[in-house]
């Protein structure tokens, strides 16, 4: 309903639902569905604070998935006239028009640019702009001229937050500014065997090709930030949903979605999984977000963000998020954010433009502020559970590597844990992770283990050793995801268990188990692919302990922590409706009604 809509936009940040829809409007999802029979009265701060049929308790297909469209409104309103929509890509076009003093007007071309652009259809709730128009492209307008000389820097929620110049004059219409807009914002992921995914509108799904081509995987590359663009452009046999069906780039775009694309249901006929696209990259792997606490001991952080880009004509920058909350703009690779808490631990988010227009959103990283020294892994892979790379120290200003003298993983435990991993696997030798540059800071090092840096463990001194970069030494960490575990008690003899396991997207093998600890502390274990479980044939009235942990790229995780709950009590219910009518002058008649029970 309307109501439940409007708790979701307001979880998402929007003031206002414009349409609702049933039926899988967006396509259908997968996985489990979560809520059925929702009772929203449209000002609850969550979907779960709503009435509902019960967490994973419905009847439906994913052909029933809900959607909804939010917006924002804006004090002062704009629209888009003159076109309609003629490419490939989904996206609307036309002359920009403000509406103000109770009138709309058009927008003079001085200065207008594709940043401009950018927040004209980010107002109209679109993803960004594909094209700034200038000359009255989609035609004359009439009335007043409101802005002239807008100056925006892509980054604005807002036409008016933007340096402009109010001009009212009604001639010059053949000046009239236009867009053209996208409504999608599109995520690759590049898999390990070298397929390439798409995530659109929160789905992913493989591109299917008949003419992908070198240029194509170029732009493909550039977007997922590695700096030397693509070796190879192949095909390789996938499965899932197919999100595009067709991609045509001159190889100077920015992003995939800046090509003209064909949408895999504009034509669903034309394609199939023998024809999904691969590619091979190469280059650094330029888009990541890296923090470590700064040595300097004022409870700072110092985060290295990769530069994109081996076009000349990119300029990358990146919104930096502190905790949620927006901290500020950045094209520098490296931030020092200064002021913390001490021995506090945060969540860094960073998204990524180019040339003022977003390619990545939410690289994320977590930073702990401490006076230790700082420490990395370069050179090596990250999963949902895993780093490794080449160990390097920050000190004196300069990034230092360890020989592997007598290196075990003992030391790469202390490393792994600065790092916030719970595990060493291994600590490679011999420059595994490839060499490093600039100086050697320690050999011969001894740690048990526990300590808190590197620094801590017994070796030569500080640059005293008798190596060469052949000897860098490597660690591989791991750590143990954190389930999020929910119990829904249904009865007395029944509980539902719930858990959510984020970031798992690219993972080949997820599976769970679960143990239960009933009375006398008996555990009983349970296996599962899914990320619910219903637990039956509990007694009455007595108290539970639930754990559960997932097996991930062959680890098993820790446990999560114990959740206690109790079952409801199977006992008679309270008599109701209790009557008392005279029989005769000796003797009254009463009755009474007694809820159903299973003791009879």
């Keep these: 309903s309307y109501s439940d809509a409007q708790v979701v936009c307001r979880q998402?940040?929007?003031?206002?639902?414009?349409?609702?829809?049933?039926?899988?409007?967006?396509?259908?999802?997968?996985?489990p569905i979560w809520l059925s029979n929702l009772g929203c009265g449209g000002y609850e701060r969550s979907l779960l604070d709503c009435s509902h049929s019960g967490i994973g308790i419905h009847h439906c297909s994913h052909s029933e998935d809900a959607s909804v469209v939010c917006y924002n409104e804006f004090s002062e309103a704009i629209r888009i006239t003159g076109s309609s929509s003629t490419s490939y890509i989904p996206s609307h076009s036309g002359r920009v028009e403000v509406y103000l003093n109770n009138q709309w007007g058009t927008i003079s071309d001085d200065s207008w640019d594709i940043n401009d652009a950018h927040v004209a259809c980010r107002m109209l709730g679109y993803a960004n702009a594909l094209y700034a128009r200038t000359s009255a492209y989609y035609g004359q307008g009439t009335g007043p001229i409101w802005m002239d000389n807008v100056a925006c820097t892509g980054l604005e929620n807002s036409l008016f937050s933007c340096s402009y110049d109010r001009y009212t004059s009604?001639?010059?219409?053949?000046?009239?500014?236009?867009?053209t807009c996208s409504y999608y914002f599109w995520t690759l992921q590049l898999n390990q065997d070298g397929s390439l995914w798409a995530q659109i509108n929160d789905t992913w799904g493989t591109i299917c090709d008949n003419s992908w081509s070198l240029d194509d995987a170029d732009v493909a590359c550039q977007q997922l930030g590695y700096s030397d663009g693509a070796i190879s452009a192949y095909y390789l046999p996938g499965d899932?949903?197919?999100?595009?069906?067709?991609?045509?780039?001159?190889?100077?775009?920015?992003?995939?979605?800046?090509?003209?694309?064909?949408?895999?249901?504009?034509?669903?006929?034309?394609?199939?999984?023998?024809?999904?696209?691969?590619?091979?990259?190469?280059?650094?792997?330029?888009?990541?977000?890296?923090?470590?606490?700064?040595?300097?001991?004022?409870?700072?952080?110092?985060?290295?963000?990769?530069?994109?880009?081996?076009l000349s004509s990119v300029e990358t920058s990146f919104a930096i998020?502190?905790?949620?909350?927006?901290?500020?703009?950045?094209?520098?690779?490296?931030?020092?954010?200064?002021?913390?808490?001490?021995?506090?631990?945060?969540?860094?988010?960073?998204?990524?433009?180019?040339?003022?227009?977003?390619?990545?959103?939410?690289?994320?990283?977590?930073?702990?502020?401490?006076?230790?020294?700082?420490?990395?892994?370069?050179?090596?892979?990250?999963?949902?559970?895993?780093?490794?790379?080449?160990?390097?120290?920050?000190?004196?200003?300069?990034?230092?590597?360890?020989?592997?003298d007598y290196w075990d993983t003992n030391d790469a435990r202390v490393v792994c844990r600065q790092l916030g991993y719970d595990h060493a696997i291994s600590a490679p030798r011999y420059s595994h992770f490839g060499q490093g540059s600039g100086g050697i800071l320690l050999d011969y090092l001894s740690c048990t283990g526990n300590e808190e840096t590197l620094l801590d463990c017994s070796h030569r001194g500080e640059g005293v050793h008798g190596c060469s970069h052949r000897e860098d030494a490597g660690a591989v960490c791991f750590k143990s995801v954190e389930l999020n575990v929910e119990v829904q008690v249904v009865s007395s003899n029944e509980a539902i268990i719930s858990w959510r396991l984020p970031n798992t997207h690219g993972i080949d093998e997820v599976k769970y188990e679960l143990r239960l600890a009933s009375l006398g502390r008996i555990w009983t274990n349970y296996t599962t692919t899914s990320q619910i479980f219903t637990l039956s044939a509990l007694l009455p009235y007595t108290q539970y302990g639930v754990q559960v942990r997932s097996f991930i790229e062959s680890r098993w995780s820790d446990w999560s922590d114990e959740l206690d709950f109790r079952t409801f009590a199977d006992v008679p219910g309270a008599i109701t409706n209790v009557e008392i009518s005279n029989e005769t002058s000796s003797s009254v008649k009463i009755n009474w009604r007694q809820p159903y029970s299973t003791y009879g």
Aim: aromatic share 10%.
């Design 321 to 404: 998020y502190l905790n949620e909350t927006y901290w500020g703009l950045t094209k520098s690779s490296e931030v020092t954010i200064s002021g913390l808490e001490k021995d506090a631990v945060y969540s860094i988010e960073a998204d990524v433009y180019i040339n003022k227009q977003i390619i990545f959103r939410g690289l994320k990283t977590l930073a702990k502020t401490t006076d230790f020294r700082s420490v990395r892994l370069v050179g090596g892979v990250e999963t949902a559970t895993q780093i490794s790379g080449r160990v390097e120290i920050f000190r004196n200003n300069s990034w230092y590597t360890v020989c592997d």
């Design 170 to 179: 009604e001639d010059s219409h053949s000046e009239d500014a236009g867009v």
């Design 12 to 31: 998402l940040g929007y003031q206002n639902v414009l349409y609702y829809y049933s039926n899988a409007a967006f396509g259908a999802g997968t996985g």
């Design 240 to 310: 899932g949903r197919v999100q595009l069906q067709q991609v045509e780039c001159s190889g100077q775009e920015a992003a995939l979605h800046n090509c003209n694309v064909v949408k895999a249901e504009q034509s669903p006929t034309l394609c199939n999984h023998g024809k999904d696209v691969a590619v091979e990259c190469q280059g650094s792997k330029n888009y990541d977000a890296r923090a470590s606490s700064n040595m300097n001991g004022d409870h700072s952080i110092h985060l290295f963000l990769s530069k994109a880009g081996y």
